[in-house]
């Protein structure tokens, strides 16, 4: 009976939280948050295929850089820790293969309020490159 | 595994907070960085521990720099004001000394030592007690009598040894009243502090 209590309590203080928070982040708008520093850039980008632990992140980071950068465990750990603060990404419970992983790992996700800031940076970096472009520093997109 | 163990000692250098969050995870992201490098040579080993050095470096002051602002100002109003009073002492002090000593101002140089002292342990001992008083939360008055007596000893021993060698009409018992002042001197200051932070919380 009391664990039931328990439970029903966690329940409402969590969906309470969550009403609170999302509500708070509805009014923040992604452009604000602009630029993201590199690190954080690398990492939202490799949570945008998917779930990812540490580790996954860091591989992918080196994988979509071409090993140009390389996020050491100080950096990554806190990127993530400003990342949940900020609301930009949540831990999550689903492993992508249970049989597979190691229970240890925690798995980040991409929230949609990450996923809007990723957006808003891409598009700031999309016009940096129309610029050089224009200035003849890179070559047009045919 | 020595390697594991002994970036588990490096991590000491973060938060408590957030070691105790992230703690497990960084050793556990160290731990297969580390595999990979294995079948690489020195050149490999020597770079990858390079680059985790410079992590640690380089983040756990961030981390640090962040709880120590964490919820509350870093610095108060009464902080700035103590802080700013510290500054201005030392360069009266040192101003003084340097104008007795250029026009030989006797009434001045009666208190070369304790001016000296003054200056020296002010600029050491103020500096321990500032960081550690804000880094550790430690208790302000408590924190500068030990560092004041330790930071005043040393330096009256320092002094003792090097006078002795250099200067043959060296005089310990004035370099103890200098550093006696200066002990006596600092720690009324932090004395006052500490009862205006006091006063402040009591009535915030």
């Known amino acids: 009976m009391l664990s039931v209590a328990k439970n029903v309590l966690t329940i409402y203080r969590v969906s309470i939280y969550r009403l609170v928070t999302d509500m708070a982040k509805q009014k923040l708008e992604p452009e604000k948050l602009l630029p993201?520093?590199?690190s954080v850039f690398h990492?939202?980008?490799?949570?945008?295929?998917?779930?990812l632990h540490g580790y996954g992140?860091?591989?992918e980071v080196t994988e979509h850089s071409g090993g140009q950068i390389r996020l050491g465990p100080g950096t990554l750990y806190g990127a993530i820790k400003r990342l949940l603060g900020g609301g930009l990404i949540v831990e999550t419970d689903q492993r992508p293969d249970p049989e597979l992983d190691d229970e240890r790992r925690r798995y980040y996700r991409l929230t949609d309020f990450g996923r809007q800031v990723l957006k808003a940076e891409v598009q700031r970096i999309s016009k940096l490159v129309s610029v050089a472009q224009q200035k003849r520093l890179l070559p047009k997109r045919t | 595994m020595l390697s594991k163990r002994l970036y588990q000692l490096m991590l000491l250098a973060y938060p408590r907070d957030f070691r105790l969050e992230y703690g497990s995870e960084?050793?556990?992201?160290?731990?297969?960085?580390?595999?990979?490098?294995?079948?690489?040579?020195?050149?490999?080993?020597l770079q990858f521990w390079l680059r985790i050095i410079l992590d640690v470096v380089r983040t756990a002051?961030?981390?640090?720099?962040e709880t120590l602002g964490k919820g509350r100002e870093i610095m108060k109003r009464t902080d700035v004001?103590?802080?700013?009073?510290?500054?201005?002492?030392?360069?009266?002090?040192?101003?003084?000394?340097?104008?007795?000593?250029k026009h030989e101002v006797a009434s001045i140089l009666l208190f070369g030592h304790a001016l000296d002292a003054i200056v020296t342990a002010g600029v050491v001992g103020n500096l321990i007690v500032l960081l550690l008083v804000k880094m550790k939360h430690l208790a302000q008055f408590r924190t500068a009598l030990w560092s004041l007596l330790i930071v005043n000893g040393a330096l009256l021993i320092i002094g003792t040894l090097i006078g002795n060698a250099v200067d043959p009409s060296f005089n310990f018992a004035r370099l103890f009243v200098g550093y006696l002042v200066s002990f006596l001197f600092w720690l009324t200051i932090h004395w006052i502090w500490s009862r205006t932070n006091t006063a402040t919380q009591s009535v915030a």
């Open chain 2, 26 to 45: 960084i050793t556990q992201v160290f731990h297969d960085c580390h595999r990979e490098i294995q079948s690489g040579g020195l050149a490999t080993a």
């Open chain 1, 57 to 59: 992140i860091m591989q």
């Open chain 1, 36 to 38: 993201l520093t590199s």
């Open chain 2, 61 to 65: 002051g961030v981390e640090r720099w």
């Open chain 2, 81 to 101: 004001t103590g802080l700013a009073i510290c500054v201005a002492i030392i360069a009266g002090a040192f101003f003084l000394l340097g104008y007795g000593r």
């Open chain 1, 43 to 51: 990492i939202l980008l490799a949570l945008s295929d998917g779930d």
